[in-house]
């Protein structure tokens, strides 16, 4: 299944903490999508999300997001995982 990245950008920056419970709720909602969310990373202070997850289509990763918290990302690309 394909990689997708994506990226969220919060005005006035972002908790770790408030991250973290974005992606549980995304992990409660990919299911339904057949998506799986499996990394994220954070820029508390740029207000900056990368959000890593195997999806059948970047329509599909973005409903999950839009379900789950209604935090969707500006971009998403797909990917390929290098060594």
Not at 11 to 19: L, P
């Amino acid at each position: 299944m394909p990689l997708y990245m994506d990226i969220h950008t919060i005005g006035g920056g972002v908790s770790a903490e408030d991250v973290a419970k974005a992606h549980m709720a995304d992990l409660q909602t990919q299911g339904k999508y057949d998506v799986r969310y499996l990394r994220y990373w954070v820029d508390e202070h740029a207000g900056k999300i990368f959000c890593l997850a195997e999806a059948p289509s970047a329509e599909a990763a973005a409903n999950v997001h839009r379900e789950a918290h209604g935090l969707e990302a500006e971009e998403i690309f797909e990917v390929q995982e290098g060594s």
